[in-house]
């Protein structure tokens, strides 16, 4: 089966604070369990405080979003003379330069310079809560297919599953442009993620499969970067187990020859048991696997589907 983890380590972009590092205004941390026991085995992270690396120090003055929600500005709660707006934005532009290997980002939810969504702003009256940190927004802004997300979120077993399964895929990309873009490349990475591809929607599949038929290399960078564009934001649609369940009934059919009468019931059985949420998709998954060993395909065995994430971090085992 596919390996997904390659020698050098991936990296992941991340609010300091989130790692346990004391350099909230009030001289405090945000440690998340789930990132620094479980993600920390598997992947290097480089932290960034925007808020000390613009010289604001530790303690300091809280600072909050306000003005308009589309382009708010970032001001200190007691004093609105302080406005840090620019020196964050330019900081989260040149970050986002900087850090030109990470695969990913976890950003720390609620945080005017961090926040990725709904950070409060406030105007006369009520806040809303629909901004994004000053930081946050440059940063994403410069990398636009960097799988991005929230701490918070990421205690949503879909969303993390489909977070790392992002982060994965995206540093596979990286990997490819690395080892030089060429037509067949393009193919084989389409290739390998058609079943991916297929739980998050199978018209995402044919979509990017005509990205990538056309042949040649005239115009492969442009395809190229069109294709990633598009196959990051199919990532993102939610996999559900509709789909993930006619993904399991497809990789079936490449056992049909192989498999008895008992054995097939048997896997309908958990396909079903998992459609009707009464087991989660590792279940089938392991059992499809287990056939697949005694029964080899070729196809199958390239599909990043089949082992798309570290099973330690079990992130099967809940969706
Ligand atoms: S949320 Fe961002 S700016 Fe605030 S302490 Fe954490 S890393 Fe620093």
């Not at 346990?20 to 290097?44: C, M, P, S, Y």
């Not at 925007?50 to 001001?75: H, S, T």
């Not at 918070?152 to 990309?173: C, K, M, Q, S, T």
């Not at 390998?192 to 990017?208: D, T």
Request: net charge positive; hydrophobic share 40%; with cysteine.
């Amino acid at each position: 089966m596919t390996s997904d983890i390659t020698a050098s380590p991936i990296r992941l972009g991340i609010s300091s604070c989130l790692l346990g590092e004391q350099v909230r205004f009030d001289g405090g941390h945000k440690r998340d369990t789930f990132i620094n026991e479980a993600l920390g085995q598997f992947f290097e992270f480089i932290p960034v405080c925007p808020e000390v690396a613009i010289g604001l120090g530790i303690p300091r003055q809280p600072i909050r979003l306000v003005g308009d929600a589309a382009a708010p500005r970032a001001v200190g709660v007691r004093d609105p003379d302080l406005d840090v707006s620019n020196a964050l934005t330019i900081y989260g532009t040149r970050m986002a330069r900087e850090l030109n290997d990470i695969s990913g980002y976890i950003f720390k939810k609620g945080s005017p310079s961090c926040g990725m969504e709904r950070v409060k702003v406030y105007q006369t009256g009520q806040p809303s809560k629909n901004g994004t940190g000053l930081y946050a927004r440059a940063f994403m802004d410069g990398q636009p297919l960097l799988p991005a997300e929230e701490e918070g979120r990421l205690g949503d077993p879909v969303l993390r599953e489909n977070f790392i399964e992002r982060v994965l895929a995206y540093r596979r990309w990286q990997e490819l442009l690395t080892l030089g873009l060429t037509p067949a490349r393009l193919v084989e990475f389409h290739t390998i993620h058609k079943l991916n591809l297929m739980a998050h929607g199978v018209e995402h599949y044919r979509a990017l499969g005509q990205i990538v038929a056309a042949a040649g290399t005239k115009g492969l960078r442009q395809r190229a970067e069109n294709y990633i564009a598009d196959f990051m934001t199919a990532l993102k649609h939610r996999a559900t187990r509709k789909r993930h369940t006619n993904v399991l009934m497809h990789i079936m059919g490449y056992l049909k020859k192989n498999l008895d009468r008992e054995d097939k019931a048997e896997l309908l059985e958990l396909i079903e048991a998992y459609r009707l949420g009464q087991v989660p998709l590792i279940v089938p998954i392991t059992l499809l696997k287990h056939h697949f060993r005694r029964h080899p395909d070729p196809y199958i065995a390239r599909q990043i589907y089949m082992d798309p994430h570290p099973a330690e971090l079990m992130l099967r085992n809940s969706i």
